[in-house]
Structure formats: C-alpha cells, structure tokens
C-alpha cells in the first residue's frame, strides 16, 4: 500500500518529452513530500512491563504494519516526557503519551494531535473538590446519584449532580463554593506532579483567591484514596482526587456517601493521545490515524491489547485541542 509516485513520474516524464527542461531537483522535491518511509516508530509508556512488553506490543504494530505495508516499530519511552524528546530527534514519528506531553510536543516540535485517548467513555475527567463540612461549603442539601462505573449512590451538592440520575462528572461546576475556604483550613493535597490531585485544584483555589501557600494548611497524601480517606477520618476539612475516587474506599469506609460530599468540580483534565511528526507525509498520518482509530473495534485481541497495553478502551479523532492548551496553562503554573 505504500505510495509509488506513478501519477508525479508519468508528469515528469511527459514534461522532459516535450520541453526537455524538467529539474531533477524538483522531481526529487517532489518526492520527498509524498513517498511514505520504509518504517515508522511509536514511542510509548506501556502499562506492562519487562518480558511481557515485546509480546504486548507486537499485536498493534503487527496490525499498522500489515495495513500500512510498511514497516511499523514499537520502542519503550522511559518516561511520558522520553517521548517528546524522541519525537524531536526523529527517533520516533508517532507517539502514545499523556496530556502534558501531547501539549509540549505540539508547541516545541508542531507535532499533530491525531487521536485522545479514551477510558470507559471519556476522554477527560474533572477533579473532585471533596468535604466533612457540607454546612461551609454546599448551598444546598446534598443530593444522592449514581456513580454508573460501580453503581454506586454517592452524595454530591451545590447542582453539580442531579439526585436520583446518573452522575455525569462534568466541570467546571461549583468552583466559587471554594471561596468559602479559611485561613488555616486543612486541605489534602497529593504530590505536585498529581493534575487531580495537586494542580488543578491549586489553580482553581488561586483563581477563587486563595493563597495556596499561606492560606491553607497542606496535608501532604499520597494517592486518590487516601485523599478521600483524609476527609472522611477528619484529618482534613476538604481534599481533592479525581472523579470519583470515593468509589476506592467503600469498603473500608461504607458510609462514605453519608460523612464525605463532593462539592465542586475543576476544569476538566484531558487524558493523553495520539500525536505524530510533522514530517510524516499527510496521506499516511490520514490512515495512519484511521487504522488506530479503529484498532480496538478490530478484534476481541485487540481489544484486550488495548487496556493491557496503554490501560485504554478506545482511541478517538475527536482531539478535543483547547482542553489539551488549558492544560499547557496549568502546567507552566508548575514548572521550574
């Protein structure tokens, strides 16, 4: 299926038969803009790791390989920000990475967003703003919905939620409740590098005029749960995790819709993707994209490679751009 230039040879060779002065320059030029490589290379962060890793990802480069008709590479990134950098040194055309990776490739390399990932219907997600003390920060009573990925009934306020429907998790909702944030208030926080835990919660008190630094008392926790669990056992007022973590803890705490209520929204924080070097031909990245688009409808196996692989249940076209520059905006709030 590689692409042959037959239509841009016949046109060379029928301009030398009549003028005689066709540019072997500009045959090349020509060239060079529409010849597909022999090979291409994907650098990802896989989810698997060590000997599993080359069986894990042979099925999808398998896959691009057979319907591209070239040959197609897999190669394993260190970290998210590994394949950035093998993206800028051409060591790599296609990149499977995070948010933050996506947005510094398109800025510093004009790499394309081709394709954002997707994990059980969504291509993003909110941090959840969580509290003991509904009284402070909720305008209204609480109201009880179901979280459909567990099916569990959890207690949300201020209209962020409807009662008795499904959950929707959808931000930016009941941000101006953090206002009601004191001096001294006891806030778990995740690690720094955390978007739901650490960084968009940040951003959305600083912008509801909170000094996130002198304002608060941090409560260092490391993972979701124990973000919930802060709250719930009262070593924190009010504590953010990703929507909606409470689900991690019901069974050492099952009543937690009862003593924990989710009171806001952020913005919501985009998953990663798909993007590709700007030096890839345009009619290779259009199948390119279409085959990965597809992948995981493509067999049972694949499917399962899909979740195995990259911890996905999808991928989509629908690239979502502005959700992916909001978050450059956050993360220049965090770099050194």
């Given at each position: 299926?590689?692409?042959?230039?037959?239509?841009?040879?016949?046109?060379?060779?029928?301009?030398?038969?009549?003028?005689?002065?066709?540019?072997?320059?500009?045959?090349?030029?020509?060239?060079?803009?529409?010849?597909?490589?022999?090979?291409?290379?994907?650098?990802?962060?896989?989810?698997?790791?060590?000997?599993?890793?080359?069986?894990?990802?042979?099925?999808?480069?398998?896959?691009?390989?057979?319907?591209?008709?070239?040959?197609?590479?897999?190669?394993?990134?260190?970290?998210?920000?590994?394949?950035?950098e093998a993206l800028g040194a051409d060591q790599a055309q296609v990149?499977?990475?995070?948010?933050?990776?996506?947005?510094?490739?398109?800025?510093?390399?004009?790499?394309?967003?081709?394709?954002?990932?997707?994990?059980?219907?969504?291509?993003?997600?909110?941090?959840?703003?969580?509290?003991?003390?509904?009284?402070?920060?909720?305008?209204?009573?609480?109201?009880?919905?179901?979280?459909?990925?567990?099916?569990?009934?959890?207690?949300?306020?201020?209209?962020?939620?409807?009662?008795?429907?499904?959950?929707?998790?959808?931000?930016?909702?009941?941000?101006?409740?953090?206002?009601?944030?004191?001096?001294?208030?006891?806030?778990?926080?995740?690690?720094?590098?955390?978007?739901?835990?650490?960084?968009?919660?940040?951003?959305?008190?600083?912008?509801?005029?909170?000094?996130?630094?002198?304002?608060?008392?941090?409560?260092?926790?490391?993972?979701?749960?124990?973000?919930?669990?802060?709250?719930?056992?009262?070593?924190?007022?009010?504590?953010?995790?990703?929507?909606?973590?409470?689900?991690?803890?019901?069974?050492?705490?099952p009543d937690i819709a009862d003593k924990v209520v989710a009171f806001?929204?952020?913005?919501?924080?985009?998953?990663?993707?798909?993007?590709?070097?700007?030096?890839?031909?345009?009619?290779?990245?259009?199948?390119?994209?279409?085959?990965?688009?597809?992948?995981?409808?493509?067999?049972?196996?694949?499917?399962?490679?899909?979740?195995?692989?990259?911890?996905?249940?999808?991928?989509?076209?629908?690239?979502?751009?502005?959700?992916?520059?909001?978050?450059?905006?956050?993360?220049?709030?965090?770099?050194?």
């Amino acid at each position: 299926m590689r692409k042959s230039l037959l239509i841009a040879g016949v046109a060379a060779t029928a301009a030398l038969a009549l003028a005689g002065c066709s540019s072997s320059t500009d045959t090349a030029s020509t060239e060079e803009v529409t010849e597909w490589p022999e090979s291409i290379t994907i650098s990802l962060v896989p989810s698997v790791e060590g000997e599993d890793l080359a069986e894990a990802l042979d099925p999808l480069t398998t896959y691009l390989s057979d319907n591209l008709g070239i040959e197609v590479n897999g190669v394993v990134a260190t970290d998210y920000a590994a394949t950035v950098e093998a993206l800028g040194a051409d060591q790599a055309q296609v990149i499977i990475t995070d948010a933050g990776s996506l947005y510094n490739a398109t800025e510093r390399y004009d790499a394309e967003l081709v394709l954002r990932d997707v994990r059980f219907g969504a291509t993003s997600y909110a941090s959840v703003a969580f509290t003991n003390n509904p009284d402070k920060y909720c305008a209204d009573e609480p109201v009880m919905s179901t979280y459909a990925a567990s099916d569990i009934e959890l207690s949300y306020c201020n209209g962020i939620e409807a009662a008795g429907e499904a959950a929707m998790g959808q931000g930016a909702a009941g941000l101006d409740s953090l206002a009601e944030i004191s001096d001294g208030t006891m806030v778990a926080l995740q690690a720094a590098t955390s978007p739901a835990g650490y960084q968009y919660p940040v951003v959305a008190m600083r912008e509801a005029g909170i000094d996130t630094d002198a304002g608060i008392t941090q409560v260092p926790v490391e993972g979701n749960n124990n973000a919930v669990l802060a709250v719930y056992n009262d070593d924190a007022e009010i504590g953010f995790a990703y929507w909606d973590a409470r689900t991690t803890v019901t069974e050492e705490a099952p009543d937690i819709a009862d003593k924990v209520v989710a009171f806001a929204y952020t913005d919501m924080i985009p998953n990663g993707g798909v993007a590709v070097s700007n030096t890839l031909p345009a009619d290779l990245v259009t199948d390119l994209t279409e085959l990965m688009d597809g992948y995981a409808d493509s067999s049972e196996e694949a499917a399962s490679v899909m979740f195995d692989l990259v911890g996905l249940s999808d991928w989509t076209s629908e690239t979502a751009e502005d959700e992916i520059a909001r978050y450059g905006e956050i993360l220049a709030q965090f770099s050194n």
